[in-house]
């Protein structure tokens, strides 16, 4: 049975924002759990040049899910 990470990802992205967890934990969490599968390479460099957890859910393609949030609240 293999897991989906990016699933595991997208739900720990969303426990993070809803706890107000700072960004750059998020990111580093995000990053460790991403760092050892290879064919998401890509997804890990974007949320590694990301500044933002508005820019982490464009990249995890979540960004209409957090859309109604205040930028303040990123």
Not at 1 to 30: P, W
Request: glycine share 2%.
């Amino acid at each position: 049975m293999e897991i989906d990470i990016v699933q595991q990802v997208r739900e720990y992205f969303r426990l993070s924002v809803a706890s107000g967890n700072h960004y750059q934990n998020t990111k580093y969490c995000i990053l460790y759990m991403l760092k050892t599968h290879k064919q998401y390479f890509d997804l890990f460099k974007k949320i590694h040049s990301s500044k933002t957890l508005f820019e982490y859910a464009k990249a995890l393609e979540m960004d209409k899910e957090f859309e109604g949030l205040s930028p303040d609240y990123f």
